[in-house]
C-alpha cells in the first residue's frame, strides 16, 4: 500500500475520530452548564485544556465563555481542532483517497462537508447547537459504520483502525487528566459532584454502559476504572490499546512498535486504579499512547527507502 | 417546457427544419420522435424535482472540477441537463470511421517526425513549423514505443456546422479529460429518467475503464502482470475527480510524483513495506512538469529521472512524450494533408478552416477583420487563452491583438461556426431553450483502436454562447448512440433463443 494512502487513511480515522469528540464534549457540557447556576461557571476553561487549545484560544478571544469556547470548539477555522476544521481536513484527506475508500464513505463525508461546514453562523443563535452536535456524531457513525461493512480488510482498514483507536485513547486521557486534577475532599454539594461526574460519562459515551456496569453510586473510583480498565467497553483506554495491538498484528514491520505496544498494556492491566489516576500516571499513558502513533508514522509512513 | 422552442435559423439536433416554430408545428427528427413525447408526457414540477435530485447526487458524489484564476478556487460540479443528445447508428459509423483514420494518420505522423522525419523532406508540411513547436520534444527522438502507438488516449473536439456537417475542431493528444462525465452522466440519466431509455437501443457506455485498463497492461510488453498506475497533480488538480475515478474503477493505485522515485533506472513508489516497481504510468500531467531534470527544473509535481528510464524502456507512459507536437493548434491545419500524405485516402472528416499566424498573408488576414474570427492560443486547451472575436469589445481586441502580433506562431484564428443546437432546460425559466453544443469522442489506441459510442456533449449554458469549456460555463449532457436496427433484431433473436433453451 502507498506509505501517502496509508498515512491519509490514518489521518481521516483521527480527524473524524476527534470531530465526534469534540462535538460530544461540547454538547454534554454546553447543555449541563444551564442548571447548576454560578457553581458550574468554571466548567469552560477546562475544555480549551481537553482540546489542548488554551493558548491559541486566548490569541483570538478575551474571554472563555459560554459564547467564546462553543463557537471555540465548534466553528472556528483558527481552531485547527474544531469540528468545522476537522471535518473540512477530513474532506480533504478524503477527496485525495477517492480511488482507495468506498464511494459510499466518501459521500458520507462530502455531505457532511457541504451541510455542516457552511453557513455556521446562525447555529448559536437559533439554539442549535445540540442538532448539530448529533449530526457531526451521525457522521462519524455512519462513516466509520460504511467502513465496517465496505472496506477490504486489508493494510488500509488496519490503519483506519489505528488512527480512531489512537485518537480515541488520547482523548478520554486528555478529558481524564482534567477531571482527576481535584481528586479528594471537595466542599461542592454533592448535587453538584454528582452532576460533573455524570457530565464526565456522557462526554465520553459510557454514562448508560456504566450504570448497567455498576449499580452504585457515581463513584470516582468505579468511573476511573471502567473507562481506563473495562475491555468490554469500545471506548475505555484499554480497549484502545488492544485494539491497536490487534491491529498491528496483521501489519508486516510492526515488532518493534507491538514491543511498545504490550508493554504499556501490561502496565495497565497490572496497575491499581488509584495509582493510574495519580497526574503523573494519566501524563505518562497519554504520552505512551501518542508515542504509538508516532512510531506509526515513522515505521510506514515516512520510511527511507 | 418544449412550448415555443424556436431553432432560430441553426441547425438544431433535435428539430428539422431551421424556421420559426409555431406550436406544435416542426417535426421532431424521427430519432428523437419518442423521447420527445415521454418528456412532454411528464409534468413539470415532477421534472424540476427530478432534475433538482440529480443535481444534489452530482454534488453529493463530488463530482467537481476546480475552476482556475477563482479567488476561492472553488470546486463545482459540471452542470448536468437531462435531455440526451442523440445520433443515429449510421452517422455514429460515419464518425467512427473518420476518426480512426484521423489517429492512425497522427500516430504515423508522430512516429514519423520522431524519427525520418519524411513528411518535411517531402514539404507536405512546413519543417520550421513544427519544429518551433513548444511541444516538440527533442528530447525521445528515435525513441522506440512499444506498439509503436503516441496517443494511447485520444479526445478529439467535433461541431456540426449550420448545414449539420461534422467538423474536427481539434485533436486532444495529451491528456484528453471528460470521460468520467461520459460515465456519470449515463449513471445519472438512468436514475432520473429511466423511462426514457425503453426501447431505445443506447448503446452502453461503461466498458470504457475496462477497454483503458487493457491498453494499458498491453504497454508492458513481455510482462505477465505489470504494475500499472495513474499519475495525478494531486488534488487540486481541475481533473482530479477524474484521475480518482478511473484509478477507482480500474483497480490501480492513484499516485502523486512524491509517491514515485527513479533508482537502479526502474520507477518505483513507495509503499508501507518498501518500494514498489511501476511498470505503466497513465499520466494526466503535461510533459513539462513530468520530470524536472528532463524538462522544467521548478516542477514539484514531477519524478525526477523518470525520463531517462522511459528512454531504456523500462517504464511506459500514456500518452507518449512528445505527442503534444501534433495536437498544436497551428499542426492542426495540416492534419488532412497527413491523411493523404500517411494513409492515401480521402479525409473523412473535415476539419475547420484555419489562419495561421504564422504565415505572413494569413496574420494579415487576422489582423484585418479580428472582430469575425475566433482567436486561440497554439498551446492552450480548456478554453483558456482564447478570444471570440463577435462577442468582444474593441479594448478586448486591441489587447489580444497586441499579443498576436508580438508573438504570432503562438495564435491561430477560425471563422466563428455557428455550431449546432440542442434543447437544454432551463430552472430559471422553466423551460427547454436552444443551446450550442460539441461532442468530445473518446478513441482508445492500443492492439486496435476503440472508440466508446457516444462521448461526452458539451453544452455551452450561457445563453448566445458558443464556448462550451466546462471552465467557461458550460455544461453536459448524455449522449446516446443508437443501436442498428438490423443488429438489434439478431441480438433479440438469439436472447429469444437461449430463453427457449432454458425453458
Partial sequence: MLSRVAENLFWIARYIERAESASRLLDVNYYATLEGGNLVQEQWSPLLTITGSQEEFRQHHTKADSKSVPFWLAFDLYNPSSIRSTLTQARENARSLRDRISSEMWECINKAYHELCFDTDAIMANDALHEYCNRVRDTSHLFFGIALSTLLRDEGWQFLRLGQLIERADNLLRILQVRYQKTGTSVVAEALENHRWMALLKTVSAYEAYRKRYHTRLEPQNIAEFLLLDSTFPRSVIYAVEGVRDSLKKLPNAQKIQRETNWLLARIEHAEVADLTTKDALEKMLADVNSLGGMVQSTYFHLNV | ?503
Avoid at chain 2, 13 to 27: C, N, Y
Avoid at chain 2, 60 to 71: K, L, P
Avoid at chain 2, 370 to 387: H, Q, R, T
Avoid at chain 2, 486 to 497: A, I, N, R
Fill in chain 2, 1 to 503: 417546457m418544449f412550448g415555443d422552442y424556436n431553432p432560430n435559423g441553426f441547425f438544431d439536433e433535435m428539430f428539422d427544419g431551421t424556421e420559426p416554430r409555431a406550436q406544435g408545428s416542426a417535426e421532431p427528427r424521427a430519432h428523437y420522435a419518442s423521447i420527445l413525447e415521454r418528456m412532454n408526457s411528464i409534468p413539470k414540477p415532477e421534472f424540476e424535482r427530478r432534475r433538482a435530485a440529480s443535481d444534489l447526487t452530482f454534488r453529493n458524489q463530488g463530482i467537481t472540477f476546480t475552476v482556475y484564476g477563482d479567488a476561492q478556487g472553488t470546486e463545482r460540479t459540471f452542470p448536468f441537463d437531462p435531455v440526451p443528445r442523440i445520433i443515429p447508428a449510421a452517422e455514429w459509423a460515419h464518425l467512427e470511421r473518420g476518426l480512426t483514420q484521423r489517429v492512425l494518420a497522427l500516430n504515423a505522423f508522430l512516429r514519423d517526425i520522431y524519427t525520418n522525419q519524411a513528411i518535411l523532406a517531402d514539404h507536405v508540411i512546413p519543417k520550421e513549423l513544427v519544429l518551433s513547436c513548444s511541444n516538440f520534444r527533442r528530447e525521445v527522438f528515435n525513441h522506440k514505443l512499444p506498439l509503436g502507438v503516441f496517443t494511447h488516449i485520444v479526445g478529439s473536439d467535433l461541431v456540426r456546422n449550420e448545414r449539420g456537417e461534422y467538423l474536427v475542431l481539434e485533436d486532444n493528444l495529451r491528456t484528453p479529460s471528460g470521460v468520467s462525465y461520459v460515465l456519470a452522466n449515463r449513471t445519472a440519466l438512468t436514475r432520473t429518467l429511466p423511462g426514457l431509455f425503453e426501447g431505445m437501443n443506447v448503446r452502453p457506455v461503461q466498458h470504457y475503464t475496462t477497454v483503458l485498463l487493457e491498453v494499458l497492461r498491453s504497454l508492458a510488453i513481455g510482462k505477465e502482470n505489470p504494475t500499472v498506475v495513474v499519475l495525478t497533480p494531486g488534488m487540486y488538480n481541475s481533473a482530479y475527480f477524474e484521475h480518482a475515478f478511473l484509478a477507482q474503477q480500474m483497480g490501480v493505485e492513484l499516485v502523486e510524483g512524491r509517491d514515485l522515485f527513479v533508482s537502479d533506472g526502474r520507477v518505483w513508489m513507495r509503499t508501507t513495506t518498501g518500494k514498489a516497481q511501476v511498470d505503466v504510468i497513465y499520466r494526466r500531467l503535461d510533459d513539462d512538469f513530468l520530470d524536472p531534470v528532463a524538462f522544467r527544473k521548478d516542477s514539484a509535481l514531477g519524478v525526477p529521472g523518470l525520463l531517462e528510464v522511459y528512454k531504456n524502456g523500462k517504464v511506459a507512459l500514456a500518452n507518449a512524450v512528445g505527442a503534444g507536437v501534433a495536437d498544436d493548434k497551428a499542426v492542426y491545419a495540416y492534419v488532412p494533408k497527413m491523411i493523404e500524405y500517411y494513409l492515401g485516402e480521402k479525409p473523412i472528416l473535415g476539419n475547420v478552416p484555419t489562419l495561421l499566424g504564422w504565415d505572413k498573408a494569413d496574420l494579415e488576414t487576422m489582423l484585418s477583420k479580428p472582430a469575425e474570427l475566433v482567436f486561440k492560443a497554439v498551446g492552450e486547451a480548456g478554453g483558456y487563452g482564447m478570444l471570440v472575436g463577435p462577442a468582444s469589445t474593441s479594448e478586448e481586441i486591441k489587447a489580444y491583438m497586441e499579443q498576436v502580433k508580438a508573438n504570432p506562431r503562438n495564435y491561430i484564428a477560425q471563422p466563428v461556426i455557428p455550431l449546432s443546437r440542442h434543447p437544454t432546460y432551463y430552472p430559471d425559466s422553466g423551460k427547454m431553450e436552444p443551446c450550442h453544443i460539441d461532442l468530445r469522442p473518446y478513441i482508445l489506441c492500443g492492439e486496435k483502436v476503440t472508440i466508446i459510442p457516444g462521448g461526452l456533449t458539451r453544452v455551452a449554458l450561457k445563453r448566445g454562447s458558443l464556448v462550451v469549456n466546462s471552465s467557461q460555463g458550460g455544461g453536459s449532457k448524455d449522449t446516446w448512440v443508437l443501436e442498428e436496427a438490423g443488429s438489434q433484431t439478431q441480438m433479440q433473436q438469439s436472447q429469444q433463443q437461449t430463453q427457449q433453451r432454458r425453458r
